[in-house]
């Protein structure tokens, strides 16, 4: 089955704690993006992939870092997590980098730091 | 001023009326024009792409107006499985493919 997949689903750490939230996907899809999800702020983009090892910042890459060592995988790295990246994340792919190809997203993970 | 506006709802509406969402966009540049709907803080699914010249998928239709920035969604004949969260979704055609969001139309469709 065609799918993106985050784990972990659900994450309540503190703050500081290092943390990865993975995704993959088993389309072949060159592009691939992270989102968080604010009430009232809509879903807003923080990094993103044209391809392999090739990364770029989002709207809101402050605090996140990314890599994309292969072309499924793309975690998103909190190296010392704040509350205020309390959010649901969403991990997204595409086929290709340009046209109006549809993006498939993740389940979501849903974060607390305290 | 947001990049995408969209009314929050709620919109209450009873099983088999017809409801209209609108949404406006600030980038005269966007190029893609999308309505994704979303259950329940699940993920974000695309409901349809919307062309210039307007589009129908069975009981949805949806028209752009460039030159007003201007988005729409028409549901008829609506049905409970209609509830859910509308988001209006703009792209420029960069390889950023950043998509921008509005924070979305609630709607219930009560029995």
């Known amino acids: 089955e065609a799918q993106v997949t985050q784990n972990p689903r659900y994450l309540i750490t503190v703050t500081g704690k290092k943390l990865t939230v993975t995704c993959s996907q088993n389309?072949?899809?060159?592009?691939m993006s992270w989102y968080r999800q604010d009430p009232g702020l809509g879903l807003r983009q923080i990094y993103y992939?044209?391809?392999?090892?090739?990364?770029d910042k989002g709207d809101v890459p402050e605090g996140y870092k990314v890599s994309r060592k292969e072309k499924r995988n793309f975690p998103l790295i909190l190296e010392s997590p704040s509350p205020n990246q309390t959010s649901l994340y969403f991990c997204a792919s595409a086929l290709r980098t340009s046209g109006t190809d549809t993006q498939y997203f993740g389940p979501g993970t849903r974060l607390t730091v305290l | 001023r947001k990049e995408v506006e969209q009314d929050p709802g709620p919109f209450n509406v009873p099983e088999g009326a017809t409801v209209a969402f609108n949404c406006t966009y600030s980038?005269?540049?966007?190029?893609?024009f999308f309505w994704y709907r979303q259950d329940c803080r699940k993920e974000p699914k695309l409901l349809m792409s919307v062309y210039s010249s307007g589009n129908e998928d069975g009981r949805f239709t949806a028209q752009l107006n460039r030159a007003s920035q201007y988005i729409s969604l028409l549901i008829r004949d609506s049905k409970l499985s209609d509830s859910a969260t509308y988001l209006c979704v703009v792209a420029l055609d960069t390889g950023r493919r950043a998509l921008t969001f509005g924070s979305g139309t609630r709607l219930q469709v009560q029995p």
């Open positions: 389309m072949n899809h060159e592009y």
């Open positions: 992939s044209m391809n392999v090892e090739v990364t």
């Open positions: 980038n005269s540049a966007s190029q893609s």
